[in-house]
């Protein structure tokens, strides 16, 4: 018996999937992986599954994973109709995780699942994955698109990430026995909001206070859209190059997500040390200040909610950190310059805290 398949494709189209639309994705989709492939990629995008190679040079590798997605961040996307940045945002929430234990990103694989597929969108979406992959220099290894009708609206859509890194079995982060008093806190900038908070976010901006997207407070230079669509910043280049040019001066690294410094710090720190902050050690950016404002937010639910314009933190000896510094900064504008935000100190409880003053 022969099938028509083009009876099948107008079947499954009534259904509320279209073929054709998802066989148009997979065209957008290698030719934005192409810009990524790597040396140790083993074939290209499209098979059933993606492959690589440890790469040469490691003498105990050990490979990381992780995976994350970009929130409710996707809401600020359908509401101004812009798709570019959020695909930046999906890698650097992975990358950046396997960066903390020291991990070069290998591979990245996405899904993506939405009501309709369009394509304009999705090569949006695309094109900030792509753009994110080469930032973090991994490959952009594979991924799905699901066209799921009745699971979401037609024109949203959610995201996810998956990453795999190497490391060095003995050079593993955080190297906690390491970790004394006085051991010094530097904090590199972020780029706004990340991706975090954007449910506290909307409520205030948007629910309590009305606002459009197109609104620029009083004092800024740009909207809005623009503020809360700025993708989060990838550190991977930075750090791994901080980490190779001064191998023993890192002790541990940060990166600071939902829960903010409360929640995110104490997990790389051992129990009989603390971390102290000092908020006067840098200028906390307009956007938090704003939001602070609108929504009569305490500073406990802004610590607690916010990354407060450090999207990452360094565990550094003391004895170095003029010399993490200067490594950090020979090259960066004075908004991404890193700064010393604190110290550790001994704990009272035996239970890692954070204390800001």
Not at 57 to 66: H, N
Not at 231 to 249: G, K, W
Not at 344 to 357: D, F, G, P, T
């Amino acid at each position: 018996m022969t099938i028509d398949s083009s009876l099948s494709s107008e079947a499954y189209r009534q259904a509320g999937v279209d073929l054709d639309s998802a066989a148009r994705v997979v065209d957008i989709a290698r030719a934005a992986a192409r810009p990524t492939q790597q040396p140790w990629q083993l074939g290209g995008l499209g098979g059933f599954s993606g492959a690589f190679e440890i790469p040469a040079g490691y003498r105990q590798p050990v490979l990381l994973s992780g995976c994350d997605g970009v929130g409710t961040k996707l809401k600020i996307a359908f509401m101004a109709n812009d798709h570019r940045t959020v695909g930046i945002d999906l890698v650097a929430m992975s990358v950046n995780d396997i960066l903390v234990n020291g991990g070069k990103p290998l591979a990245f694989l996405d899904y993506v699942a939405t009501g309709k597929i369009l394509p304009d969108a999705f090569s949006q979406i695309l094109s900030g994955i792509s753009e994110g992959c080469q930032q973090a220099g991994c490959a952009l290894l594979g991924g799905e698109t699901a066209e799921m009708p009745g699971m979401y609206l037609n024109d949203e859509y959610d995201l996810a990430g998956f990453c795999i890194g190497i490391a060095e079995k003995d050079e593993l982060y955080p190297h906690l026995d390491a970790m004394q008093v006085n051991d010094t806190l530097i904090g590199l900038p972020s780029a706004g909001l990340h991706s975090n908070g954007y449910s506290l976010v909307r409520k205030i901006l948007f629910q309590d206070h009305a606002l459009a997207m197109q609104t620029i407070p009083e004092g800024w230079t740009h909207s809005l859209k623009e503020e809360l669509l700025q993708p989060t910043r990838i550190y991977v280049a930075r750090v791994l190059s901080l980490l190779s040019a001064l191998p023993t001066a890192v002790k541990g690294m940060v990166h600071v997500t939902g829960g903010g410094f409360y929640d995110n710090l104490p997990r790389a720190l051992p129990a009989r040390l603390s971390a102290e902050i000092d908020a006067g050690a840098w200028r906390l950016p307009p956007i938090f200040q704003y939001l602070q404002a609108l929504g009569g937010l305490s500073n406990e639910t802004l610590w607690h909610t916010f990354n407060c314009g450090v999207g990452y933190i360094l565990i550094v000896d003391p004895t170095q950190a003029q010399a993490v510094l200067a490594h950090l900064n020979q090259d960066a504008a004075t908004r991404d310059k890193a700064f010393i935000m604190g110290q550790l100190i001994a704990s009272h409880n035996q239970r890692a805290e954070v204390l800001i003053s």
